[in-house]
């Protein structure tokens, strides 16, 4: 097997790129069977991680824009209660 980075490190545009070549390499249909199963089970953890990265993007957008357009507000929240802390 081959050696690579953890899914969860790579950044998006490495993932990306990543997924992108192992892509272009099934289709070309030159690999072994082996490595072509090998290729094709990175290639879906990349696209798992992918996936969720995007989802939490656009939620995280979607936030921003509702703070945006008033129909909804952040609001700060409130500060721990500290009243059981060590006074040394």
Avoid: C, F, W
């Amino acid at each position: 097997m081959a050696d690579y980075k953890n899914v969860e490190e790579l950044t998006y545009k490495e993932a990306s790129t990543e997924l992108e070549l192992i892509i272009r390499s099934l289709e070309s249909g030159d690999m072994e069977l082996e490595q072509s199963l090998e290729s094709y089970t990175r290639g879906v953890e990349l696209l798992k991680s992918l996936r969720t990265r995007l989802s939490e993007a656009e939620q995280k957008v979607s936030v921003l824009l509702q703070d945006v357009d008033g129909t909804d507000r952040l609001v700060p929240g409130e500060p721990a209660d500290d009243s059981d802390a060590l006074n040394l």
